[in-house]
């Protein structure tokens, strides 16, 4: 029964609006100190090299990579991130955006190690990896009704779920907290916020570098769910796709970004002749947005309507609900 | 607070039931009865990934044009009856894979044609064959794609079949020994191009001045080609598509470069004359396609095309509609629509005469087949003696 | 091949001036980065292969042509995605950047389903005519393009300067709200300045055309990302600047070909941007303020 249920196009329809997501958030953050950054591509493409050179070269196990291609993308934030941090606005958006196209470009042309625009072929596939353990600890997903592909992206389906939800429980969680206010201070204006005290370095870099992590961490979560990554990959364009998640769903709350991620994501497949013309519909969201709804879809507000409205129908169907919403 | 987290979950936990709701649709119909009885034709849905909608669609148009060319000639025949399940992947790799996912999840779908771009089968390849059923790739020429796996072939010449037969024979015609290379290095197609013909230039012993790279979207390549020009080599290897290719010859031209130029498979369109002029005389292209063949098959070929989608049929459409035909042999041979029975007798193809010429696979799924070497002289593509 | 090379280089680097002046002049204005200005240029280029190689008609028509309709681009861009976002509340200064990415966006893709993806080569006779000084050729329109560049610069220095339109221009890039309270029509100023710096995009996606003969969708990306390492290189809002910072980059880049690796080429606009950001953020040209860097 299961067997029939569970098509993996639609499981890997998901898995990209999880990866989507991440991004998604990786942005949120990084505004979410008022800073702008067009080299989340960059930071994404660092993380999927580390963390498929780490594991084709030294046959770590995908998860050492993962976390690798985060931690380095996170250093090369930092690293980004101090010097670029008296630039505001405007300037920070163009050195990161020229930072992106460097970062491409690198991998284009170290060819010894990135092999060019030929892109690096066999990484080991999260999914498949789980499936070769499984099999070898003497599970066969045939024992559930299960094939082999169903089986594995469910798998990673359910990875990629619980990394979101936990990331999106920590980062509301950090919103509360003292680190969120100093962020909202700063986008509010960000010579109050150091009159008062605040230590603006840290935390414009600390959001800068905790937007590189996640990027870089989606791009290795990329890397090993498509098991082949290219410079292309990687280029402008994907920045501007990421950032059009979130400013299309929301930039000022965190559901925001997984509101555009995922519905951003769907769009094209549900509406397979949308398809053609997705590029023109994202540049007409990001000029009406700015124009009539600069804060998203999704805000404060939107979601207060919502608390309201599911604590006096609590007990009715949920399901429809939300359905209408995306 | 708390609230907004389990919001969070159900949005996601909604849209999973959506998801599933609507895939326990489409494979619920799935059911045996479509496989061919014993005495009928066999009938069998085969899968087409292919780049229909973005900046390449042309491709994926000629492409499916030539399979549903040989589509009708094939079911009219009666050996076999097949359906197309088209699929657009916009050129983009996850796009091919979640619909490569859609194809492979339907148990009625015996094979899979396409997708359009190495890239993409880069990508597609590993799944098709880890979950047994065939693809065949007809324009994806990048080395490396047939050795993916069991389950993965192609018709579409690589460049280490092309490059080096048009090479051999321009090195002969014009006493070679120093080559300058010319490459778009953003590109896989481009830089799988310029790997084969570095080696096949190392091979031959040839001198290579220069190594030089461009960029997509750029549009002055003055200077690349100054330092060229300079160096004065015999030959000029240029790994470029047509687009970046013509206008590299239109610039050379002008500056006083009437070296010959040799390109890879992307260079090979008649696009180039369209765009370069006289400039693109002296282009030397290797091609399993020749319009202008004097067999009757091809020419049959090329008037029934024109005919139905008013346009020549250009290399894309010609690979494509050999494929097509390759694999109604290979289901005629396997007797049932069955996934492993269809590699069987499609690994098995031997010596299938098509409008590219005598066809047949190796050990890997890689062609074995003679291209042509064409010139472009006076404004059109002509056989290279 | 030097003597070659500079000529190319000038001849890239002149195109690079002519892109650059149009940014510059919108973000004195301004203060806001057009990201729709490279795909404006693109546009400008295939009007002149419609008019000339399409429709047969003289290159002067082209001109007008191109001029006119990077022109109404321009007025377009100002109404639809720069002045309903102007004086709003709570607009933060990130949405013109923004939106104006959400502009170029829609032309790049425009232009992919009006003309298709591929190079259109654009024919003219007049591109043909060449000089031959020693060993080195040089090409008519190569000379045109450098003093188009010179004189649009020295054009906007006076009419900046002198002029009294160029006058309320400036004074509205100091302060908008004074402006407009000294009787400039501040509305009008700024529609008329996205409106020339439009134009000027168009007549460089001609003068491409002509020198290079080939216009595609993609090079308004590669154009408006160079334009920018220019403004930011010759600092923003600085004329001279930008000519010079147009100039460097264009010899920078082909000397980056000639006697390095070609692979590295658009790296150059690039490095420049990051490094210049961070050391000298007011530009090589720009005078040192609080406010540069912020």
Same mark, same amino acid.
């Given at each position: ?19 989507n997501i991440?991004?998604a958030i990786s942005?949120?953050i990084?505004l979410?100190?008022g ?11 660092i993380?999927?090299?580390t963390?498929?050179?780490?594991t ?7 998860i ?16 980004i ?5 008296r630039? +505001? ?13 460097v ?6 042309n170290?060819?010894?190690v ?6 690096l ?10 499936l070769?353990?499984?099999?070898d600890?003497?599970?066969d ?6 094939k082999?592909?169903?089986?594995i ?25 003292r680190?969120?206010r ?6 509010m ?12 370095t ?5 959001s800068f ?8 961490f989606?791009g ?13 990959d ?6 501007i796709?990421?950032?059009i ?6 930039s ?19 509406l397979?002749?949308i ?9 007409a969201?990001?000029v ?21 409205n599911?604590k ?15 | ?11 996601i936990?909604?849209?999973m039931?959506?998801?599933l709701?609507?895939c ?8 045996a009865?479509?496989?061919?009885s ?6 069998a849905k ?19 044009n030539?399979?549903?060319l ?30 490569s996912?859609k194809?492979m ?5 015996v ?8 890239t ?44 080096p ?9 014009y ?6 290379i ?6 896989l ?5 310029f ?8 091979d ?13 979207g750029q ?7 100054t ?9 000029i290897l ?15 031209r ?10 890879g ?14 400039a ?6 290797a091609?399993?396609?020749f319009?202008?063949?004097e ?5 049959a ?6 005919a ?5 049929p ?23 629509a069955?996934?492993d ?16 010429g ?5 050990k890997?799924g890689?062609?074995i087949m003679?291209?042509t070497?064409?010139?472009?002289k006076?404004g ?6 | 091949?030097l ?6 280089g ?6 690079y001036?002519?892109v ?10 301004l ?5 729709a200005?490279?795909?404006?240029f ?11 190689s ?6 002067w ?7 006119g ?19 709003? +509340? ?17 032309l790049?893709? $425009?232009?992919?389903?009006l003309f298709?993806?591929?190079n259109?080569?654009?024919?003219n ?6 000089f031959q000084?020693?060993?080195i050729?040089?090409?008519?329109? +190569? ?26 221009l400036?004074?509205?890039a100091?302060n ?23 134009a ?6 001609i ?28 600092g ?8 010079a910072?147009?100039? $460097? ?35 090589l ?10």
């Amino acid at each position: 029964m299961l067997g029939e249920i569970l098509n993996p196009y639609y499981l890997q329809v998901a898995a990209f609006i999880m990866i989507n997501i991440i991004l998604a958030i990786s942005i949120y953050i990084t505004l979410s100190s008022g800073q702008l950054s067009l080299g989340s591509a960059g930071f994404m493409g660092i993380g999927a090299y580390t963390s498929a050179l780490l594991t084709i070269h030294f046959e770590l196990p995908i998860i050492v990579g993962i976390l690798a291609g985060a931690v380095v993308a996170g250093i090369i934030g930092i690293l980004i991130g101090i010097p670029a941090l008296r630039l +505001q606005g405007v300037y920070l958006a163009i050195a990161t955006l020229g930072f992106g196209e460097v970062v491409r470009i690198i991998f284009v042309n170290w060819e010894s190690v990135t092999r060019g625009s030929i892109g690096l072929s066999g990484i080991p596939h999260m999914g498949r990896e789980l499936l070769r353990f499984f099999k070898d600890i003497g599970f066969d997903p045939d024992m559930i009704g299960l094939k082999n592909n169903q089986f594995i992206y469910l798998l990673v389906l359910l990875i990629l779920v619980l990394i979101n939800i936990i990331l999106i429980w920590f980062f509301t969680r950090q919103n509360k907290s003292r680190i969120g206010r100093a962020f909202a201070a700063i986008k509010m204006d960000e010579k109050a916020a150091e009159a008062m005290g605040l230590n603006i370095t840290y935390y414009k870099v600390l959001s800068f570098a905790q937007g590189a992590v996640l990027a870089g961490f989606a791009g290795a979560l990329y890397a090993h769910v498509l098991a082949y990554i290219s410079p292309a990959d990687f280029a402008y364009h994907r920045a501007i796709e990421i950032l059009i998640f979130s400013v299309f769903g929301g930039s000022e709350v965190i559901l925001g970004a997984v509101f555009g991620a995922t519905f951003l994501t769907l769009l094209p497949e549900a509406l397979r002749f949308i398809s053609e013309y997705r590029y023109m519909i994202y540049g007409a969201i990001l000029v009406l947005m700015m124009a009539f709804r600069p804060q998203g879809i999704i805000d404060a507000s939107v979601l207060n309507w919502f608390k309201k409205n599911l604590k006096s129908k609590r007990g009715t169907n949920h399901g429809t609900r939300i359905n209408k919403n995306n | 607070m708390r609230r907004v987290i389990k919001k969070s979950y159900l949005v996601i936990t909604a849209l999973m039931l959506v998801l599933l709701a609507a895939c326990g649709e489409g494979s619920g119909s799935g059911s045996a009865d479509s496989k061919g009885s014993s005495d009928g034709p066999v009938s069998a849905k085969i899968g087409v990934i292919s780049y229909l909608t973005g900046p390449g669609a042309a491709y994926g148009e000629a492409i499916t044009n030539g399979f549903n060319l040989a589509l009708e000639e094939v079911n009219e025949k009666g050996d076999v009856n097949i359906e197309l399940v088209v699929e657009d992947s916009a050129g983009k790799q996850e796009q091919a894979l979640t619909v490569s996912q859609k194809l492979m999840s339907d148990d009625e779908i015996v094979a899979i044609l396409g997708p359009t771009l190495s890239t993409e089968m880069n990508v597609v390849a590993p799944e098709a064959d880890i979950n047994g059923i065939s693809i065949l790739g007809t324009s994806t020429t990048a080395a490396g794609i047939p050795q993916i796996g069991d389950y993965v072939f192609r018709n579409s010449i690589p460049e280490s079949l092309a490059i080096p037969a048009a090479l051999e024979k321009a090195v002969a015609a014009y006493d070679v020994k120093k080559v300058a290379i010319l490459y778009g290095n953003d590109d896989l197609f481009t830089q799988s191009g310029f790997d084969t013909m570095k080696k096949v230039a190392e091979d031959m012993n040839l001198e290579i001045v220069t190594i030089e790279t461009f960029q997509k979207g750029q549009s002055d390549y003055n200077a690349q080609l100054t330092k060229i020009k300079d160096l004065q080599p015999d030959l000029i290897l240029a790994s470029a598509l047509y687009n970046e290719g013509a206008v590299i010859m239109g610039q050379a031209r002008k500056m006083g470069i009437d070296t010959p130029f040799l390109g890879g498979n992307g260079f090979n369109s008649p696009k180039v004359i369209e765009i370069a002029g006289e400039a693109a005389d002296g282009l030397i292209v290797a091609t399993p396609w020749f319009a202008e063949k004097e067999n009757s098959k091809v020419q049959a070929f090329v008037e029934k095309y024109k005919a139905k989608y008013g346009m020549a049929p250009d290399q894309f459409a010609a690979q494509a509609y050999d494929a097509l035909y390759i694999y109604a042999e290979a289901l005629k041979n396997a007797g049932e629509a069955d996934r492993d029975a269809f590699r069987d007798s499609l690994a098995e193809i031997k010596g299938l005469e098509g409008i590219l010429g005598e066809f047949s696979f190796d050990k890997d799924g890689d062609v074995i087949m003679d291209p042509t070497v064409l010139i472009i002289k006076d404004g059109k593509f002509q056989i290279f003696e | 091949m030097l003597i070659e090379q500079l000529i190319n280089g000038i001849t890239l680097g002149s195109i690079y001036a002519i892109v650059a002046l149009g940014f510059t002049l919108v973000f004195g204005v301004l203060g806001i980065i057009n990201m729709a200005h490279g795909e404006i240029f693109m546009i400008g280029a295939f009007i002149g292969v419609v008019t000339t190689s399409v429709l047969g008609l003289p290159l002067w028509i082209a001109f007008i042509a191109a001029i006119g309709v990077t022109a109404a681009l321009g007025y377009l861009l100002e109404r639809i995605a720069l002045r309903p976002l102007r004086g709003k +509340q709570g607009v933060s200064h990130l949405a013109p950047l923004i939106s104006t990415i959400g502009v170029s966006i829609i032309l790049e893709n $425009l232009s992919h389903h009006l003309f298709g993806a591929g190079n259109q080569p654009f024919r003219n006779a007049f591109a043909d005519i060449q000089f031959q000084i020693g060993s080195i050729t040089v090409y008519l329109v +190569q000379i045109l393009i450098f003093v188009i560049s010179i004189a649009l610069m020295l054009t906007l220095s006076f009419w900046l300067s002198k002029t009294k339109a160029g006058k309320a221009l400036r004074a509205t890039a100091e302060n908008l709200e004074t402006a407009s309270l000294l009787g400039v029509n501040t509305k009008r100023t700024i529609t008329t300045t996205v409106i020339i710096a439009s134009a000027m995009g168009g007549i460089a996606g001609i003068l491409v055309g002509m020198a290079f003969n080939s216009v595609n969708p993609q090079m308004g990306l590669s154009m408006g990302l160079k334009g920018l390492a220019i403004i930011i290189l010759g600092g923003m809002g600085n004329v001279k600047g930008a000519m010079a910072g147009g100039l $460097l980059l264009g010899v920078a880049e082909t000397g980056i070909v000639a006697y390095g690796d070609s692979g590295y080429r658009d790296a150059v606009a690039f490095i420049t941007i990051i490094f210049i950001l961070l050391l000298r953020p007011q530009g090589l040209f720009g005078k040192k303020t609080a406010e540069a860097g912020r």
